[in-house]
């Protein structure tokens, strides 16, 4: 299969994401109150999780119409991809950190997620932005770059199962 068809059905994959937790926002989450701060943080990473692929998505697109070079243009995904990722990561986990700043349970993992606590989650973020690193520099292929987009689809996909997940109850 062509690479920018399977680009297209990811970023489609990401735009329905983007679509239901619209809905998720418009009927308020969980029962219809008020968001706490740490779903605010969940909601915010959902977004960001599934705007950066299609927005990546959206620059191969956009190289490719342009005529650069196949190779040329997995480079540069990749390598904006890194920059993109590092700097969704600072700030969600900086945001995690202040929304669980007053609460000890859950400051020992801010970014607790579906994910097995997260460690999942930030171990495969890290070794893909290193295999993103790796395309840039010396793969040059389309498959690490599809590789990052659908890790941040299963991110974002994380995020959004557990907005609908139940609260658990304060001891």
Known sequence: MNPLRILSLSGEMALAIIGFAGVVLAFGGR???PWNELDRVRFRRLFSGTL???GL???A???DALGVERSG???ICSFTTVLITAANTFFNHRAAA???SGDPERQAAPFSSVWGGGKVALLGTLLVMLLQLANTASIQSFWPFLLSVWWSIALG???FVRLLLPQRAAP
């Open 31 to 33: 029962g219809g109150g």
């Open 52 to 54: 950066a692929p299609l």
């Open 57 to 59: 998505v959206a620059l």
């Open 61 to 63: 697109l956009i190289l």
């Open 73 to 75: 243009t997995w480079r």
């Open 98 to 100: 202040r929304a669980t």
């Open 157 to 159: 996909s994380s995020e």
